[in-house]
């Protein structure tokens, strides 16, 4: 027997030998397995519970109509949301503003009033509050049925007192906590807020009304919802809901409220003024000019509904446009 | 059970995972408030994933010799063509009630809805002819001149996912920019020979 030779005794059995390659890929198809689940979570994290925020004592009756649609519930509202400032993914939104600090808060009202003041946010939660279960309609072609909570923008305009010369209303979304007015006192900056390169669009976010769209009935400030202060993630602690126009016109966090006699400038209609007018109020026969606003999805629901002019509160708003082309002012 | 078998069992229990989880999540509830357009969009992101992965076969042979990648391109495009499916059923069903006019009106109408679906349709002799079968009857040449097809195809992709969102360009910037490598790295070949002065 020459030395080269294997003995018979020291070859692998074949039985040993296929039992270690099934081994091998027993172990491929798990290791394998476990890193593209462990991928996939990555980039579709599962929702963050729901959230709990306090009560809010003082709300009375409503004194607008209300829809008799069955809201949405508080786990759909709190999970699917358009914060840019956040995230630019809705349903990341909510895991990302556990931290977002809402005390101490101010609004400031300046520009053409006759007696601009800064508002403590613990002042504005003492007006009066309402419930409003309002249609929301988002541009992106999905709707919900939200229970707000909160007080017609007039009563705080009414405060203030407007001089005859305003024509708008613009609204500026708390970004960082810098001002000039000593009495503005705010979080500092970021807390917990991306950049507006990785948002794609400029902060701080601006939106603005005409003052009759600003004093109209339907338009309110929401300071909370299902009787609850605001969630982080809709807007806390304070924000507009202008329930016929397209959800982005109604601006969250809101710290500064500016009367003028300009149209003001709003942050989406910068971003792509093809795509997003300064009106943009819910109308199907204006379409987006990449897709349809004919219908909508309500969450919660699988097929499409067709979308409501103004969102359905034509009967309440259509005369503010009374002989406006909409297709031109969109 | 040999290696190509089971390599085959490997990729497809890999690329089955995120239908798996898409149907799991479904069943109990968790897609998030919009399942629908969850769905659609995991499903679109997955067919671009692999028609990336396609396009990445030819590079990583080339680079690292793994010329036994070949032999699994067939299955990793037709996994893009099952995601693409899926998605354009979807669409078609739960935006579109599946009206054939409704889904016409859409396509004139929106560009990036024609798009989406010329991509779709070229994918489609594509998948028909991937069997040994169609590439003796067409001809290794004339099999391989039709299945260039996928570039025009991985492009059109990516600007219908450019398309659809409003600001957050992150990931069809990313998809593109992997696209634009590897369009490129196909590109290098044929402009080297053009560089070269002649030498008559």
Redesign the interface.
Known sequence: MSKNEVKSSEITPESLYLNRRNFI?AG??AG??IV??LG??FF?P??PGEVATTEISNVTQSTAPQTLEKP?TL??IT??NNY?EFS????AVAGKVANFITRPWTVEVDGMVQKPRVFDIDELLKFDQEERIYRFRCV?A?SMVIPWVGFPLKNLLDLVEPQGTAKYVAFHTYYGGKSSNQDVKLPPGPNGMQSSF????DFPYVEGLRLDEAMHPLTILATGLYGKQMPNQNGAPIRLIVPWKYGFKSIKSIVKITLTDREPPTTWNL??PEEYGFFSNVNPEV?HP???QASE?R??E???RPTEMFNGYGEQVASLYEGMDLKKYF | MNDVRFNKILISLNALIPLGFLAFDGWRGQLGANPIEFFLRTTGVMTLVFLLITLSVTPLRKIFGWNGLVKFRRMLGLYAFFYGCLHLVTYSVFDKSFSIPDIAADIIQRPFIAIGMAAFFFMIPLAVTSTTGWIKRLGGKNWSRLHKLIYPIAILGVIHFWMIVKSDIFYPLLFGLVLALLLIYRLIPKMKPSLQPHKN
Do not use: D, H
């Open positions: 890929r491929l198809l394998t397995g593209t689940g996939y979570r579709n599962p929702p949405n786990a759909e999970n699917y840019y630019t993914t809705k349903t992106e999905w990785s948002a794609g669009i971003a792509g379409n990449r897709w349809s999805r969450i919660g699988l097929a499409m």
